[in-house]
């Protein structure tokens, strides 16, 4: 059975950082296109990246120079960096695995900006 596991999500001030994970487990995560979505409250889940199993990465435009997506085939691990953070990233994000026919999530985990 696949399992996601996020963690590193918290409360951060306008400007700040943080560095997401997420741990795969139950299959051959290595083959497997990598994602990262998020859903603030009353929204929609929207995409925020994408990583391949060979490493090439996409972003949503708007994300692109502050969020770094990064993968670790060795410890089935997928990371997010996000950087100078902004109230409007808040959210909760969660970690997808791209498999047909369905994909599979994690958790989430609560990343809040406010000073």
């Known amino acids: 059975q696949v399992q996601l596991v996020e963690s590193g999500g918290g409360l951060v001030q306008p400007g700040g950082s943080l560095r997401l994970s997420c741990t795969a487990s139950?299959?051959?995560?290595?083959?497997?296109?990598m994602a990262w979505y998020r859903q603030a409250p009353g929204k929609q889940r929207d995409l925020v990246a994408i990583?391949?199993?060979?490493?090439?990465?996409n972003y949503v435009d708007s994300l692109e120079g502050r969020f770094t997506v990064s993968r670790d085939n060795t410890k089935n691990a997928v990371y997010l960096q996000m950087n100078s953070l902004k109230p409007e990233d808040t959210a909760v994000y969660y970690c997808?695995?791209?498999?047909?026919?369905?994909?599979?999530w994690g958790q989430g985990t609560q990343v809040t900006v406010s000073s």
């Open positions: 990583i391949t199993s060979d490493g090439h990465t």
């Open positions: 997808n695995l791209k498999r047909d026919p369905g994909d599979y």
């Open positions: 139950g299959t051959i995560f290595s083959i497997y296109t």
